[in-house]
């Protein structure tokens, strides 16, 4: 299934959960009795492994989904690495997915200025999936810019389909506005 989609989700979980389980369970030569004993060992094994199969399937130029999981697993080690892997994710991805999982990931690492970074170099609100502007407006006001906030709300404006939106865009001004009154001078 990843050969004809490597973005499949629910197939990368799947696969990767097998790859985490026999990492942990057997060494490196894939004997049991090799296998790491703490449980530290066994988590960077389990890691290591998915961390491979994340890299094999993002060769193919079509994969945003695998860079997404690598990046997940180098957020807290390789700032420029993860920087990378989500820029070329985002890249690949024409409907805005990856730039939602991106944006989602940077915020949840408490990088929110990242994110901002990432998805005013990337986002298309003509055509990238609304959700884009969630992650924006959410990851302007964790960085204390909710003039900057206010703007991506304006910019779901650009969207084709209003009445599709109109909920998430009035969902988004109530937060902008709320954050607003929080901060003193705006």
């Given at each position: 299934?990843?050969?004809?989609?490597?973005?499949?989700v629910?197939?990368?979980?799947?696969l990767?959960?097998?790859?985490?389980?026999?990492?942990?369970?057997?060494?490196?030569?894939?004997?049991?009795?090799?296998?790491?004993?703490?449980?530290?060992?066994r988590?960077?094994?389990?890691?290591?492994?998915?961390?491979?199969l994340?890299?094999e399937?993002?060769?193919?130029?079509?994969?945003?989904?695998?860079?997404?999981e690598?990046?997940?697993?180098?957020?807290?080690?390789?700032h420029?690495?993860t920087l990378?892997?989500?820029?070329?994710?985002?890249?690949?991805?024409?409907?805005?997915?990856?730039?939602?999982?991106?944006l989602?990931?940077?915020?949840?690492?408490?990088?929110?200025v990242?994110?901002?970074?990432?998805?005013?170099?990337?986002?298309?609100?003509?055509?990238h999936d609304?959700?884009?502007?969630?992650?924006?407006?959410?990851?302007?006001?964790?960085?204390d810019?909710?003039?900057?906030?206010?703007?991506?709300?304006?910019?779901?404006?650009?969207?084709?389909?209003?009445?599709?939106?109109?909920g998430?865009?009035?969902e988004?001004?109530?937060?902008?506005?709320?954050?607003?009154?929080?901060?003193?001078?705006?």
């Amino acid at each position: 299934m990843l050969s004809d989609d490597p973005n499949n989700v629910r197939a990368f979980a799947a696969l990767a959960e097998i790859v985490r389980r026999r990492a942990a369970d057997a060494g490196p030569d894939g004997d049991p009795l090799t296998a790491p004993q703490d449980e530290h060992e066994r988590q960077r094994a389990a890691d290591l492994a998915v961390w491979s199969l994340g890299e094999e399937l993002a060769g193919n130029p079509r994969a945003w989904y695998p860079l997404i999981e690598v990046a997940r697993l180098s957020v807290r080690d390789d700032h420029e690495g993860t920087l990378r892997r989500l820029t070329t994710a985002a890249e690949r991805d024409p409907s805005g997915s990856a730039l939602v999982e991106a944006l989602s990931l940077l915020r949840e690492a408490g990088q929110p200025v990242d994110a901002l970074g990432l998805g005013v170099g990337h986002w298309r609100p003509r055509e990238h999936d609304p959700e884009v502007a969630r992650q924006l407006v959410l990851a302007a006001i964790e960085a204390d810019r909710p003039l900057e906030a206010k703007q991506y709300v304006a910019n779901l404006e650009l969207y084709p389909d209003q009445a599709a939106i109109s909920g998430l865009r009035d969902e988004l001004t109530h937060v902008v506005a709320e954050a607003q009154q929080a901060m003193p001078g705006t």
